[in-house]
């Protein structure tokens, strides 16, 4: 089968595109024919060996994609044969086939194509962890979205508004905030404004934001704290623009801030809290209530490509790659 391959950490330059044995699924796993993968900046930054967790190589990038169920492991009752599913593992996913346990497999919603489903799994799962589970927003409150027309940010846009938020949605530019409109934000700010804290203290009335989706980090996260009402939460999400971010604790005290992180790979063990997420999910989605937006879609050929358009922030929604 086809299949990316990386010997060697580094840029779009180590993707190789090269002939690997289809794998075989083992007890418990499902091998999945993959018709796309939702290209993460977390992929890149693994190839980089930059991630949260170390590279071990030779890989295949990808951790989520969706794809049609081909062939079952051992004891796997719960799948079937020809099913359209979504998956969010580890890596293995830039192949024309995958293997993964049966656990990664995630049910999609009806009226999801395949590229949808393949946008779906990191960016929605992770916007609802941060602003449900660990954000406890409530309807009515004020969250700041950072990098508002990405993957992640279009999600949380959307998920925001189905919980009742009100959303101010931060972007590099006016055709970023203009996706960022679309999906209902009620406020869109250039995050290249220098009275980016006095904008959202303006349109919250004088009081900040209840709630910041740190995306960005570096510099802004300073900005992040400045712009929190009392008792407002900075979810720590990312960090794409890759510069350190600074705390002194004792800063939080003043107004009773809380800086939470989130990631979202321990989650997945939580069999609980994952169902809760995907029940929540499921039917916002089936409800035609929220969509994963897919943005430019590249073949395995052009998986540099694809790299470098994410990097270089020319992307929105989620950038999808078709073996
Ligand atoms: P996006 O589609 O959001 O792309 C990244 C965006 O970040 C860019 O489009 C850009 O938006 C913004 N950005 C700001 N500075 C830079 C920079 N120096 N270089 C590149 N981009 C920059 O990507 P994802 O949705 O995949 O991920 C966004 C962030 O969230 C990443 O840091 C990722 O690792 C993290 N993440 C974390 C998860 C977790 O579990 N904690 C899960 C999913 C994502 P703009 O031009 O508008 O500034």
Redesign the pocket.
């Known amino acids: 089968m086809r299949a990316i391959q990386v010997q060697r950490l580094g840029g779009p330059e180590v993707l190789e595109l090269t002939t690997l044995p289809v794998p075989e699924p083992q007890a418990g796993q499902v091998r999945i024919k993959v018709q796309a993968v939702g290209l ?3 992929d890149i ?1 693994a190839v980089r060996g930059e991630y949260l967790t170390r590279t071990r190589v030779p890989m295949v990038p990808g951790m989520e994609f969706a794809g049609i169920v081909d062939k079952l492991g051992e004891g796997v009752t719960h799948l079937q044969e020809g099913q359209l599913v979504a998956a969010l593992g580890g890596t293995g996913a830039m192949a024309e086939y995958s293997v993964i346990p049966a656990a990664a497999v995630l049910p999609i919603a009806q009226n999801l194509n395949a590229r949808e489903a393949a946008a779906l799994p ?2 929605f799962y ?1 916007a609802y962890f941060s602003l449900a589970t660990l954000g406890q927003a409530k309807p009515g409150e004020w969250v700041v979205v950072q ?1 508002a ?5 279009t999600a949380s846009v959307q998920l925001a508004k189905a919980m009742g938020l009100q959303v101010i949605a931060l ?3 006016e055709e ?1 905030l203009e996706v960022a409109r679309s999906l209902g934000a009620d406020e869109a700010l250039l ?1 290249t404004r220098t009275d980016l804290v006095d904008a959202v203290k303006s349109i919250t009335g004088g009081k900040g934001a209840n709630m910041v989706l740190e ?2 980090g570096g510099r802004g996260f300073q900005d992040s704290l400045a712009m929190l009402a009392s008792r407002g939460r900075v979810l720590v ?6 510069e350190p971010s600074q705390l002194r604790p004792v800063e939080l005290m003043k107004k009773n801030l809380s800086v939470i992180g ?4 321990p989650f997945l063990a939580d069999v609980e809290v994952m169902s809760e997420a995907t029940a929540f999910l499921t039917k916002l989605i089936s409800g035609g209530r929220a969509k994963p937006i897919v943005g430019r879609t590249f073949s395995l050929e052009q998986a540099g490509e694809a790299f470098d358009f ?2 270089n ?1 020319a ?1 929105t929604g ?1 950038v999808v790659i078709e073996p």
């Open positions: 993460n900046f977390a930054l990191v960016s992770t990098a027309a990405g993957a992640l940010g972007a590099s530019t970023k995050n995306i960005v999400i990312g960090s794409a623009s890759r989130v990631w979202l790979m994410v990097w922030r992307s989620k």
